[in-house]
């Protein structure tokens, strides 16, 4: 059962963070962080297909998250999850054309090989 | 050019740390209120309610709205293993408030993961400069 839900959980984050990441993205920099803009920008981004797609996708992760944090720890929950890294970076390279750099690359290494050891 | 540079980073670091602090707050206020066990379907909505758990719900609000900001102008690969900090505040949370032991194992864990950080944060721009659709910054 944990591993379905973490399964669930794995495909819907990668899913989710890399269309928000492509919404906001294609939506620019904000930059004007006073109340009114900020509600602008909210509007704005809720008829953002990607955003939209994004968080459908991760409320399913977040709801298959609080499935599974009644059945385990959250020293075993949020590593588990770590896998993420992994897709993500290589989606980030190849579906958002982002410039995955070497510097980057030994980065997300690391960070992936530092998880495992927190949660093993 | 450097003091755009200058901004965007100091920018991109203030943004970094409160996704990373409502990200470890919010977990461990959501793993504090929820029950032992969710009976049915309803449930899931029902807890949403429990102080705790609207904390956390609450905080993991905050660590989306802040975290799409900042991917409104900084990479996806760059976000990701700088918010992985993220992972060492909450073992020294578990540690802190719940007195989780920290074994040599895990300390060998948090030094990769801030190792990693470092790397990616310190070596790299936020931003790839490559031409995106209305960005405008002309490049």
New interface residues.
């Given amino acids: 059962m944990r591993f379905l839900l973490i399964g669930i959980i794995v495909a819907s984050t990668t899913a989710g963070e890399v269309l928000q990441a492509a919404g906001m993205r294609r939506h620019g920099e904000i930059r004007d962080f006073r109340p009114g803009a900020i509600r602008r920008a909210i509007a704005v981004l809720a008829r953002n297909r990607f955003v939209i797609a994004a968080v459908a996708a991760m409320a399913v992760s977040f709801f298959a998250y609080l499935g599974l944090l009644t059945i385990a720890d959250l020293s075993f929950a949020v590593p588990a999850t770590a896998v993420t890294y992994v897709l993500e970076t290589v989606l980030a390279k190849y579906v958002l054309k982002e410039h995955v750099s070497w510097l980057r690359w030994a980065g997300a290494s690391l960070v992936i090989c530092g998880v495992a050891l927190v949660s093993l | 050019m450097t003091h755009e540079h200058a901004r965007l980073r100091l920018k991109t670091w203030l943004f970094a740390v409160v996704v990373v602090f409502s990200n470890v707050f919010g977990?461990?206020f959501?793993?504090r209120g929820?029950?032992?066990?969710?009976a049915s379907p309803l449930q899931?909505i029902t807890?949403l309610f429990h102080p705790w758990v609207a904390l956390g719900v609450l905080l993991?609000v905050v660590w989306?709205l802040t975290?799409?900001?900042l991917?409104?102008?900084a990479?996806?690969?760059?976000?990701?293993?700088v918010t992985?900090v993220g992972?060492v505040f909450?073992?020294i949370v578990?540690k802190v408030l719940l007195n989780?032991q920290i074994t040599m194992?895990?300390w060998?864990?948090?030094?990769?993961?801030?190792?990693?950080?470092?790397?990616?944060s310190g070596?790299?721009a936020p931003q790839?400069?490559?031409p995106?659709?209305?960005?405008?910054t002309g490049q």
């Fill in positions: 977990n461990f959501l793993k929820m029950p032992p066990a969710l899931y807890v993991m989306m975290r799409m900001a991917l409104s102008w990479d996806l690969s760059y976000v990701l293993p992985a992972y909450v073992a578990g989780e194992q895990r060998a864990g948090i030094g990769l993961i801030v190792a990693g950080v470092a790397l990616v070596g790299s790839t400069a490559h995106r659709p209305q960005a405008g």
